[in-house]
């Protein structure tokens, strides 16, 4: 069955303290895994798509990284305006015929000033 | 507008009435998804539309539940003698292409809306 996994499920990190998310897939034929960030009361923001493992992207403070296994979303140096849900996401497997996203439970991160 | 937009933001209704929530996808954007957010849950797929092919229905939670897309744009989620259980957030969703089975897919990211708030009381 295709599975997305993240944890923490919380995080409270100090300004300025970098740290990692992490995201764990078990899906048949991936075909991309999706970065969102969601404010309370607000829709996902997207963020990143990975492909391939090795892949990188960046944005400001963010990083994300992929594996066959799991993805990565690192943040450097984080503010306190980085404090959100960050969610991942995975269609469902390439076999299935349909595109409908997977989403893991998020990381509700927290930064302090 | 740039974005998807839904309607409405927020809705109350009382057991047993019927509702209908809207979207309005990004222009051009061929596939649409519906998700349900519950207080603390991760979010839930409803139902998916592509282009002219039918509807992925598999996540839509009973009967009660049902979903159109006019003209290949807008849609509309119908709840139908709405229970107390079906509060949540619903989030609508947009995507410029997808490939079912694309072995190099791209522009596949979907885009949310701010979600409609229904409470059943």
């Known amino acids: 069955e295709d599975q997305v996994t993240q944890s923490p499920e919380a995080l409270r990190l100090q300004e300025g303290e970098s740290s990692s998310l992490n995201c764990s897939y078990t899906?048949?034929?991936?075909?991309?895994l999706f970065w969102y960030r969601q404010d309370p009361g607000k829709g996902p923001e997207f963020l990143f798509t990975l492909y391939s493992a090795g892949e990188e992207k960046e944005k400001e403070r963010l990083k994300a990284t992929l594996t066959k296994k799991e993805s990565f979303l690192h943040i450097t140096a984080p503010k306190p305006e980085d404090s959100a849900t960050y969610l991942c996401?995975?269609?469902?497997?390439?076999?299935?015929?349909?595109?409908?996203?997977?989403f893991g439970t998020g990381t509700r991160l927290k930064v302090l000033a | 507008g740039a974005g998807v937009s839904q309607s409405p933001s927020n809705k109350v209704t009382e057991k047993g009435k019927d509702v209908e929530l809207r979207c309005d996808p990004i222009s051009g954007h061929t596939a649409l998804y519906w998700y349900r957010q519950s207080l603390g849950q991760g979010l839930e797929f409803l139902i998916y539309f592509q282009g002219n092919s039918a509807p992925d229905k598999s996540g839509l939670p009973s009967d009660r539940f049902s979903a159109e897309r006019t003209g290949g744009s807008v849609s509309t989620l119908t709840i139908q003698r709405t229970q107390q259980e079906d509060s949540a957030v619903y989030l609508c969703?947009?995507?410029?292409?997808?490939?079912?089975?694309?072995?190099?897919?791209?522009?596949?990211?979907?885009?949310f809306g701010q979600g409609t708030r229904l409470t059943v009381v």
């Open positions: 996401a995975v269609p469902e497997g390439a076999t299935s015929g349909t595109y409908k996203y997977i």
């Open positions: 969703a947009s995507s410029l292409s997808v490939s079912p089975r694309g072995v190099n897919p791209s522009n596949t990211e979907a885009f």
């Open positions: 899906v048949s034929g991936l075909r991309g």
